[in-house]
């Protein structure tokens, strides 16, 4: 046998879970791939459904990592021939840098089971592996506190909010989603961020907190510290699920939609397990699976209906393409270095 | 090879791992980051002193650098300020009180700094302990911002890094020779002379010692300063992690490693010398 750094790692984290569990010796499954997701509801999310399904499907077993995308790639190219991960997650802006580093592979469509029921929105121009799941950019409040819906991201500015306001810097998509959108929403444009740097000025009265990370954004809802921010809807529905006063608003020029794909590194270890991997992720199943309460996690792939909490921001997988705001990350990916360090260095409070 | 020679080599035979480890897990990766430092972008490698002299002509890393070091000698000065009257009350106390306060000193090494970092904001939260009490007793009209500011981060670090001050303090009163203070008493001398002119003196060196493990440790804490100071509160470890992992400029992100820890070890060293010298002119007096 062969001992990687990979094979001891996968094999350390089965022999862990087959001692946590006490899952029988005989329906262990013989091969196994390791999948990064993104740490918090992802990742829950990703455990609970798409782990069992990938096991029901193919008989063969999955090892989540989370993970935040940035922190994927360094650690693919710090070992490139055996990379730890065979199948990495990333947000649309990312994967940009991702794809140029050369660590990725495209997608085998004609191998591909699901691809065909995944809408052109949602499938990658250069053949990358397309999108599984999107997350939607809105307003987050606190509905005991603020008891007039907020409509558009203009109200963020309201004199009424002064203190009560979370933002977060644009070290993460949803930072700079949310600064790309208020620029442009001001005159300026994907690649000319100044106006979003103008009214972030005028915001700081309304400031109550800068959160280092969406997560902590999120945790400042619980511990009341702010009353209403930018937000991830999936992280909002899990928020309010879980008892937290949260509640979503999708402003009237239209959330702001964030493609996450789960794409395949260069020399993984099964590229059959990992199209595999990828097709139950895609299918319909396993989208109704992330779909439903308490993950409400946006599918991608048409034939999944939108239910229960998700019905409320969008009407179907193609109303939601049609209905809100896509962006170009491909003309900006490359100024956000330059923006995360303005951040920090401007916006003070 | 001569009897002596085979001697020091079965001697230093028990060195080679150690230094083997000491070699692969430290130096290596300390020359790799030297290395990466001096390249000019992220994406070639060709060498320059560029990234320092950006640090060096940037008036907001210079502040970030100031800051940390500034945090990290607040949070040791006011560790000392606790720890004296601590170490008083424990020498002074029976064996009984002793092992209890040993054991509330070591407690909070006991746990986690992220569960001890989590309490902090707990307390000093907008529906945090603090505020709720004094919006109840009515002292305070709405609550204050507690949690990140400058302030809330001191006083979490103070809690958190105290047991590295306190033990050493406790250390060297305990080891101060009893007839000194008498003699000063039986002599006239008031209690804070006696503190400032005899016990302060001789329990120098403890003091210094708490003082460089708890300005390095505090400067460096990156847990606790990202999650009581927040997003708005940049500095150094964050500033590192921002340039490394968000931005993706590694040889900024490797330069800057190397200055933060340049500075810190540069001022543990320059009062670790100077300390030397005072307490020998102590020793003298």
């Known amino acids: 046998m062969r001992l990687s750094r990979r094979s001891l790692l996968t094999s350390g984290s089965a022999a862990l879970v087959t001692a946590g569990l006490g899952w029988p010796r005989s329906s262990r499954a013989a091969t196994s791939i390791v999948a990064t997701t993104y740490p918090g509801s992802f990742d829950e999310a990703f455990r609970s459904v798409v782990g069992p399904a990938f096991k029901k499907a193919s008989d063969s077993s999955v090892t989540f990592t989370p993970l935040l995308g940035v922190d994927q790639i360094g650690k693919i190219q710090a070992s490139r021939n055996a990379p730890p991960f065979d199948v990495v997650l990333f947000d649309e802006g990312p994967l940009i840098p991702a794809i140029a580093s050369g660590v990725l592979e495209k997608f085998p469509v004609e191998q591909s089971k699901s691809y065909a029921d995944i809408p052109s929105a949602f499938r990658h121009p250069d053949g990358y592996a397309p999108v599984i799941t999107c997350q939607l950019i809105g307003i987050a409040y606190n509905p005991k506190k603020i008891t007039t819906p907020p409509t558009s991201w203009e109200d963020l500015w309201k004199p009424e909010y002064k203190g009560r306001v979370g933002i977060t810097g644009l070290g993460s998509s949803l930072g700079t989603a949310f600064m790309v959108e208020i620029a442009k929403l001001n005159g300026g444009s994907e690649t000319n961020i100044e106006p979003a740097f103008e009214a972030i000025k005028k915001l700081l009265p309304n400031v109550g907190a800068i959160a280092a990370s969406p997560g902590a954004l999120a945790a400042l809802f619980q511990q009341g510290e702010i009353d209403i921010a930018f937000n991830f809807w999936n992280n909002v529905a899990l928020l309010a699920a879980k008892g937290v006063d949260i509640a979503f608003a999708k402003p009237k020029s239209g959330a702001v939609v964030i493609r996450t794909s789960a794409q395949i590194v260069k020399n993984n270890q099964d590229p059959k397990l990992v199209l595999d991997y990828l097709d139950t992720v895609m299918s319909v199943d396993t989208q109704k699976g992330i779909e439903a309460a308490p993950w409400v996690m946006m599918p991608t792939n048409a034939k999944v209906p939108l239910t229960g909490a998700n019905l409320t921001v969008a009407k179907s997988v193609d109303d939601l393409v049609a209905n809100n705001v896509l962006l170009d990350w491909t003309k900006f990916q490359s100024l956000r270095g330059e923006w995360i360090t303005r951040f920090s260095k401007e916006v003070k409070i | ?285």
């Open chain 2, 1 to 285: 090879m001569t009897p002596a020679s085979t001697n020091a080599s079965r001697q230093l035979l028990p060195v080679v791992p150690l230094a083997a480890l000491f070699l692969a897990a430290f130096v290596l990766p300390l020359a790799a980051l030297v290395a990466i430092s001096l390249f000019r972008n992220p994406q070639s490698a060709e060498l320059s002193l560029l990234q320092y002299l950006r640090f060096l002509s940037d008036p907001f890393s210079i502040k970030v650098l100031s800051d940390t070091l500034w945090l990290g000698a607040e949070v040791a000065l006011a560790t000392l300020v606790l720890s004296y009257p601590l170490a008083l009350v424990y020498v002074a106390s029976g064996p009984f009180m002793r092992t209890l306060i040993t054991f509330l000193i070591m407690l909070p090494l006991l746990t986690s700094t992220v569960v001890r970092t989590f309490a902090w904001i707990v307390i000093l939260g907008r529906d945090g302990i603090v505020n709720s009490a004094m919006l109840s007793l009515g002292l305070w009209q709405s609550p204050a911002r507690l949690l990140y500011t400058w302030e809330g981060m001191v006083l979490a670090l103070t809690q958190i890094q105290l047991p590295l001050m306190a033990l050493p303090v406790i250390n060297s009163l305990l080891r101060l020779d009893g007839n000194l203070t008498r003699a000063a008493e039986g002599l006239g001398a008031s209690r804070v002379r006696i503190f400032l002119t005899v016990v302060l003196p001789l329990t120098l060196p403890g003091a210094i010692a708490g003082w460089l493990l708890v300005f390095a440790a505090a400067a460096t804490a990156f847990i606790t300063q990202t999650l009581v100071g927040g997003g708005r509160i940049i500095l150094m470890p964050s500033y590192i992690y921002q340039q490394a992992v968000g931005v993706q400029d590694w040889p900024f992100a490797a330069a800057l490693s190397l200055i933060f820890t340049l500075a810190v070890t540069g001022i543990v060293f320059a009062i670790g010398a100077l300390s030397r010298r005072f307490v020998r002119g102590v020793d003298a007096a």
